[in-house]
């Protein structure tokens, strides 16, 4: 989380706007292959060059649920908890829709994550998500998920496990 929100947010922050659009990017982020799908639906956003490519396809970083709005992570609350109770991230609800903000030990500590090679991985798909799918607002993402996988996500069943 620390990672997506530094590598994918807005400034000045970096912040994510709405759980809604945390989400998305996260299931991008959990799932390499809907990143690849995405980016290979999206030529006129993502040049060929800067496309992702999943070296599996099949791999889930952590799976995630079928819910209201698309891809959700129940744990969702307690996280962001997590890392506002260590002075990691903010959370304002004086903007619409609420911003998850980083705070300087939040860009610290995913500084240092993005040096170590077992969080590359994450670095990649963070980066890969940078000025395309990150420059999305919410309700883009979640309808853009609802487009490309219809199987996968629009058409499951609420609080079915997503597969890809």
């Not at 997506?4 to 000045?12: A, D, Q, V």
């Not at 996280?79 to 619409?96: E, G, K, N, Q, Y």
């Not at 890969?128 to 990150?134: D, E, I, P, Q, S």
């Not at 420059?135 to 883009?140: K, Q, V």
């Amino acid at each position: 989380m620390l990672l997506m929100i530094h590598l994918c947010g807005e400034e000045p922050g970096p912040y994510i706007a709405g759980r809604t659009k945390f989400a998305k990017l996260d299931f991008f982020l959990r799932y390499p292959g809907f990143l690849e799908r995405a980016h290979a639906a999206l030529p006129e956003v993502v040049e060929l060059r800067d496309a992702f490519l999943a070296e599996d396809a099949s791999e889930v970083e952590a799976p995630m649920i079928r819910y209201r709005y698309g891809p959700w992570d129940h744990r969702y609350r307690q996280f962001l908890a997590f890392l506002v109770s260590r002075d990691l991230v903010t959370i304002t609800t004086s903007h619409t829709p609420e911003r998850v903000k980083l705070k300087a030990a939040g860009n610290r500590a995913a500084e240092r994550l993005m040096q170590t090679s077992e969080f590359q991985p994450l670095v990649r798909r963070c980066e890969a998500m940078r000025g395309n799918l990150a420059a999305m607002s919410g309700t883009e993402l979640k309808d853009l998920i609802y487009d490309l996988f219809p199987d996968e996500v629009g058409n499951a069943s609420f609080r079915q496990e997503i597969r890809p």
